[in-house]
């Protein structure tokens, strides 16, 4: 097209002649020869990087990117549209300078520009490559070329600082957790069971042994640990962003309380995290919620009913979830009965008020000793507001 411009403006001014046509086809010509130059112009010369403050954020933290643009040679450039080509998640989100600019270089050898993402969303997010394109003034000729600049961020989930406080008032907790698991008060004895190897030989209860033929001996109160197990629900439902960040800001709150937690998710795949403690434990376990997706495909109570065997006798055993089910109760209650103490978070939205059927189910899961505490989006703390400590 370039080329025919220049022919049919050279042939007008030959046959039609006089000032006015020579004056366009000379008046052409500049931008004529500009974008022949401009063709033989390689966009190779073209340095881009990326300057990420740091790798490392929490979601809702704004992220500041700037971009520098270097080249060797004062080759005169009309514009340069440069857009850094986000995933979607990145893409769609609030942005108030776009990661799309327009620049006008002229003949500067170095420029950059910068732009905001307001409120980063939870994941892990890839940079990996900038368009960048030139042309000439009038839009006669265009040169586009998408250059690779690899760059990684990790944005871990919101999480609400809050003191964590056991549910349960058993026998010696105090505000501190224990470091062992289970221990025996050989002073307070509850109830006979049946001889186990093991049992020491002052624990045999004579006068039942007596009675029943059999060597009994005392049941003694146990020392609970605070030791917390935690099972996330990942099917797809649209407060799942809070219940990922109800899990981050409770496991935080445990290890950070002195005791030890673990975790399982299944999602597109399952992940169990053993019960531990420490600041590199918990590193792991936000690294995990900062992937995590809601992708899985059967029922939260399924998920307990083949995944429930590993959990310990003497930990807290805490589900976490949006959808509150009379199969998820059951499952609970069974548990319960076999693993101690179960504890059920149900997450809804701000001022988000439960249903006739939830307020029924919680009453059903409170009659067959399942804990039901309901908590809001962004009202985390309230959870354990109100657990008092003997």
């Known amino acids: 097209m370039l080329i025919v411009l220049i022919f049919l403006t050279f042939s007008y001014a030959m046959f039609q002649g006089g000032f006015v046509s020579w004056f366009l086809f000379y008046s052409f010509l500049p931008f004529a020869i500009y974008c022949v130059a401009l063709s033989f112009y390689s966009l190779n010369e073209l340095v881009v990087t990326r300057v990420l403050p740091k790798t490392d954020y929490n979601a809702g933290e704004p992220l500041r990117v700037s971009i520098n643009v270097q080249r060797s040679k004062a080759f005169p450039l009309f514009y340069l549209i440069i857009e850094d080509n986000l995933e979607e998640t990145l ?36 940079f990996q490559s900038f368009t960048l394109r030139i042309g000439d003034l009038l839009g006669l000729f265009e040169k586009e070329k998408t250059v690779s600049a690899d760059g990684k961020i990790i944005v871990y989930p919101a999480y609400t600082e809050f003191i964590y406080r056991p549910f349960e008032n058993q026998y010696d907790q105090g505000l501190t957790a224990s470091r062992e698991r289970v221990q025996r008060d050989t002073t307070m004895a509850v109830g006979v069971r049946d001889y186990q190897p093991g049992d020491r030989f002052s624990w045999i209860n004579w006068k039942a042994t007596a ?32 219940v990922v960040s109800f899990t981050a800001s409770l496991l935080r709150a445990v290890l950070k309380k002195g005791a ?17 403690g420490g600041e590199q434990h918990l590193q792991q376990l936000f690294y995990h919620l900062a992937k995590i997706e809601a992708k899985c495909l059967k029922p939260f109570e399924k998920v307990l009913e083949t995944d429930g065997f590993f959990i310990q006798q003497s930990v807290s055993f805490m589900l976490i979830t949006a959808q509150l ?26 001022k988000e008020s439960p249903t006739e059927s939830e307020r029924s189910l919680i009453a059903i899961a409170n009659a067959r000793g399942v804990r039901v505490v309901m908590v809001h989006d962004g009202e985390f703390a309230a959870a354990f507001s109100e657990v008092i400590l003997r």
């Not at 893409?91 to 520009?113: I, N």
């Not at 009379?326 to 701000?350: C, H, N, V, Y």
Request: glycine share 4%; with cysteine.
């Open 211 to 242: 009675k029943r033929n059999e060597i009994m001996t005392k049941e003694f109160e146990q020392r609970q640990s605070h030791d917390v197990f935690v099972v996330m629900d990942c099917v797809p439902d649209k407060r799942f962003e809070a």
């Open 91 to 126: 893409k769609y989100a609030l942005q108030q300078k776009r990661s799309k600019t327009l620049l006008l270089p002229g003949v500067k050898k170095e420029f950059s520009y910068e732009y905001t993402i307001d409120e980063l969303p939870r994941g892990e997010h890839f």
């Open 260 to 276: 030890q937690t673990g975790l399982l998710t299944i999602s597109k795949e399952r992940a169990s995290f053993p019960i531990r």
């Open 325 to 350: 089910t009379k199969p998820l109760i059951e499952k609970a209650s069974f548990l319960g009965q076999r693993k101690g103490s179960i504890t059920l978070f149900l997450i809804k939205d701000q």
